[in-house]
């Protein structure tokens, strides 16, 4: 269980209770003032200086850096945090949120200046709940005052989408707004997301998902398909048994490789459960 399920989740996974998608949590005002502080500022930032940022922090000491880095992860995990949530968890955490409306992606706007990359989700932020949000959004993507881009999705029609991002290879993540309110589901992908950039610098800004996958050798025939799914480099091949093997230390959880697999070869078993896995966040 990662910090999130013992401080706000009793030990169980934090993010499958029902209280963190709640009404209550989002009419604080603090949090609903973040939230809107959070698109006007992202929204309008370049993500190249993103990444110059922390080329810089690499010119420095290492012990400097390392310092720096866990201080802000500790504010992050406070305001901002994420973790990764595989398809079958993520089907109970549509299943809780309120409303689930489909928005543009932040981080490809900042990366590629792209507005229409809908690859992310709104949790509880509906039109009617949110307008203050709805229209910091409009204002940042420069949609004008259309709002077709905030549509509301049924459960069932979220985790269809869900589905084929999965087959992309795109990994899920939530994401809270002043911890432990989730607000919001990304789809990820190695080479426009931001967290997912500042893992490669060693800065966490999202947990591994509750679970680490594992291949079952004798199913296994050795095609390598799932190979390029796996955005972690948790992905091996043993060129004396011609198996393909899931290295548990790299492996985030996220399941994706499982989507390209034809023979069912490849399982998630929980993180708590795994010898090696189990204290890696
Ligand atoms: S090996 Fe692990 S990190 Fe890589 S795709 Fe599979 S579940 Fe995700
Ligand atoms: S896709 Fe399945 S069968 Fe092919 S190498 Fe990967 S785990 Fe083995």
Redesign the pocket.
């Known amino acids: 269980m990662c910090q999130f399920c013992h401080q706000h989740g009793d030990g169980k996974k934090w993010y499958l209770k029902a209280e963190h998608y709640s009404e209550e949590l989002l009419d604080n005002l603090e949090r609903r003032h973040y939230l809107q502080e959070f698109l006007q500022k992202y929204g309008q930032a370049d993500g190249a200086k993103f990444e110059q940022n922390f080329q810089k922090a690499l010119q420095g000491p290492a012990w400097l850096r390392q310092l720096i880095f866990r201080f802000q992860e500790r504010r992050q995990r406070r305001d901002h945090f994420g973790q990764v949530v595989p398809l079958e968890d993520l089907e109970k955490v549509l299943g809780l949120a309120r409303s689930i409306v489909r928005i543009p992606c932040i981080c490809r706007k900042m990366n590629k200046g792209r507005t229409d990359a809908e690859y992310c989700f709104g949790l509880g932020l509906d039109a009617e709940k949110m307008l203050d949000f709805k229209d910091a959004f409009l204002e940042t993507f420069r949609l004008g005052p259309d709002d077709a881009h905030f549509d509301r999705l049924s459960t069932a029609e979220a985790l269809d989408l869900h589905r084929r991002f999965e087959k992309q290879g795109l ?1 899920h993540t939530i994401w809270t707004f002043k911890t432990p309110f989730i607000g919001g589901l990304c789809n990820c992908d190695r080479a426009d997301c931001l967290a997912m950039l500042s893992y490669r610098y060693n800065f966490h800004a999202f947990f591994r998902a509750e679970f ?2 594992e291949v079952n050798v004798d199913a296994c025939t050795g095609c390598r398909e ?1 190979h390029a ?4 480099g ?2 091996g091949f043993s060129v004396m048994d011609r198996k393909t093997f ?1 290295d548990p230390i ?9 989507s390209a697999c034809e023979m069912d070869a ?1 399982h ?1 078993t929980p993180r708590s459960e795994h010898p090696l896995a189990h204290n890696l966040w």
């Open positions: 990994i680490v996958a799932c799914q796996c955005q972690f948790a992905i899931i790299r492996c985030y959880g996220c399941g994706i490789c499982r490849i998630l």
